[in-house]
């Protein structure tokens, strides 16, 4: 079966759960990063999760005959995508550290808006319509609320680090779109993760302070749920839905994402939810769903 019979297909209910159930994981990653941070330092966390996620997709691409050879002249583009990942990567953690999990959440799903931007100057044929403009509206209006909060100086500084992230975060993935067709994708997910997990492990060595501090089995889960069930499972899931169903399909559900960070914040690490932040929410998901689902009247 080729490409365009898998991407033609329908998603069954049962897909629909699963995508559902994989969004709401993939929206809670903020706040089992927040709870590893009580047990290790920040750069040290980052390391041991991209580590891992590196070695459990290492073992997936083999199991399956994955080829993980790069063709000549492909070194130089996994060497940008390592640099640009592990700055995104230390800024986040660095930013998270500094600001609400909730906060977090939100600003991250700037990414969308900021790729837009990037796509309409870089990508052939990937202009701003009507429709991409209302949505980038939306989207930055939400996070405008996010500012105006009246939060302290030290929460506001991770707020931007995080939104620096987002932009890093844009950056990346429209080199990606340039390039990804050289590549199997995997390829550009594994080699940053060679590259960036021992990187973080050896800075934390010499900046955390301490490296390690306690561990505990809400410790040992945080790092478990993002090392297995993010980094590395999800992508996998995710990936493979990709492959089989059409992407845009797929990406429907990404509203979900923020709506579980911010429920998952206040269960979990019982952090408060202000009506800047819920109206930042309402702003953000509505300039996702404008930006991934189809109207009439609209072009796409």
């Given amino acids: 079966m080729d490409n365009s019979e898998q991407n033609s297909r329908e998603i069954p209910i049962s897909i629909i759960v699963f995508i559902i159930i994989l969004s709401i994981l993939f929206g809670g990653n903020t706040v089992a990063v927040k709870i590893a941070f009580k047990g290790f330092g920040i750069f040290t966390s980052a390391g041991i ?8 997709i290492s073992c997936w691409a083999f199991y399956t005959r994955r080829p993980f050879r790069l063709k000549r002249g492909q070194l130089k583009h996994i060497t940008i995508l390592s640099l640009v990942f592990s700055m995104q990567l230390g800024i986040f953690y660095i930013g998270l550290a500094n600001t609400y999990a909730s906060r977090a959440t939100l600003i991250m799903n700037m990414q969308p808006f ?61 080199y990606i779109k340039k390039i990804i067709g050289n590549f199997r994708s995997f390829q550009l997910v594994l080699y940053p993760m060679y590259f960036s997990g021992p990187l973080y492990l050896f800075i934390g060595y010499f900046i955390d302070d301490p490296v390690y501090k306690t561990i505990n089995w809400s410790i040992v889960f945080a790092m478990f749920y993002q090392a297995f069930i993010t980094a590395s499972f999800g992508f996998i899931m995710w990936n493979s839905l990709l ?54 009247g609209f072009k796409p």
Avoid at 123 to 147: E, H, N, R, W, Y
Avoid at 262 to 273: D, G, Q, R, Y
């Fill in 49 to 56: 999760r991209f580590t891992i996620a590196a070695m459990v």
């Fill in 114 to 174: 900021l790729l837009l931007i990037l796509a309409h100057f870089f990508i052939p044929g990937d202009q701003v319509s009507i429709k991409k403009i209302i949505s980038m509206a939306f989207g930055f209006t939400g996070v405008l609320l996010l500012f105006a909060d009246g939060f302290s100086e030290h929460i506001r500084y991770g707020d931007f680090a995080v939104l620096t992230t987002a932009t890093l975060w844009a950056i990346n993935a429209t």
């Fill in 243 to 296: 492959k089989k169903y059409k992407a845009t399909s797929v990406h429907n559900f990404i509203f979900i994402m923020p709506i579980s960070g911010v429920i998952a914040s206040s269960l979990i690490l019982n952090e408060p939810i202000t009506s800047n932040i819920i109206l930042s929410l309402i702003f953000i998901i509505a300039g996702i769903v404008l930006l991934q689902y189809r109207f009439n």
